[in-house]
T-cell receptor, first 113, second 114 residues
Framework: NAGVTQTPKFRILKIGQSMTLQCTQDMNHNYMYWYRQDPGMGLKLIYYSVGAGITDKGEVPNGYNVSRSTTEDFPLRLELAAPSQTSVYFC????????????FGPGTRLTVL | AQSVAQPEDQVNVAEGNPLTVKCTYSVSGNPYLFWYVQYPNRGLQFLLKYITGDNLVKGSYGFEAEFNKSQTSFHLKKPSALVSDSALYFCAVREDNYGQNFVFGPGTRLSVLP
């Protein structure tokens, strides 16, 4: 049971490039989340999903897109990278409604130059 | 709207001494409160949560937290700090049983000095 895995661990992008951050969980969790963590700040929710085929915006969705075609995978897409997207990105999952806690992946450190 | 405050950026404590990391929250409904710990270059790990019931919640690694409704606080405590407890600690709140948004505080860096 690997939990929540994220790839890549690190990435440097040039302004205007695009990339996809991968997130996979093997716990059969319904709910998945993408957060970004900026220095000295708490986590900000980008997008979340309550099940395959269902996604919704969080607090800071601009510049990102997501999809959820399977229960396991929840990729985050950056279409036109900007320096403001330099951050550490965390994926998380939880089983479902109720009082379940979130389980976090190890993070992806993204730098946009 | 939900919000979480962690009034201290940094807490320093000597090994063996008790530690407290403070958290206050603001919600309009019933709060569900969580503490997470983050070690360098790692994701967040769950420590404990308050949902309902006893105001004193016990969690992993000897940590506990006290829910105080009148003061809207959920302070994290440990009777005797270890050097290995040095990390970044996040308080988070979810407003009700069906809300999807977890709101995180900015984090408090705990340094336990040998």
């Amino acid at each position: 049971n690997a939990g929540v895995t994220q790839t890549p661990k690190f990435r440097i992008l040039k302004i205007g490039q695009s990339m996809t951050l991968q997130c996979t969980q093997d716990m059969n969790h319904n709910y998945m989340y993408w957060y970004r963590q900026d220095p000295g700040m708490g986590l900000k929710l980008i997008y979340y999903s309550v099940g395959a085929g269902i996604t919704d915006k969080g607090e800071v969705p601009n510049g990102y897109n997501v999809s959820r075609s399977t229960t396991e995978d929840f990729p985050l897409r950056l279409e036109l990278a900007a320096p403001s997207q330099t951050s550490v990105y965390f994926c998380a999952s939880r089983r479902g409604a109720g009082t379940d806690t979130q389980y976090f992946g190890p993070g992806t450190r993204l730098t946009v130059l | 709207a939900q919000s979480v405050a962690q009034p201290e950026d940094q807490v320093n404590v000597a090994e063996g001494n008790p530690l407290t990391v403070k958290c206050t929250y603001s919600v309009s409904g019933n709060p569900y409160l969580f503490w997470y710990v983050q070690y360098p270059n790692r994701g967040l790990q769950f420590l404990l949560k308050y949902i309902t019931g006893d105001n004193l919640v016990k969690g992993s690694y000897g940590f506990e937290a006290e829910f105080n409704k009148s003061q809207t606080s959920f302070h994290l405590k440990k009777p005797s700090a270890l050097v290995s407890d040095s990390a970044l600690y996040f308080c988070a709140v979810r407003e009700d049983n069906y809300g999807q948004n977890f709101v995180f505080g900015p984090g408090t860096r705990l340094s336990v000095l040998p």
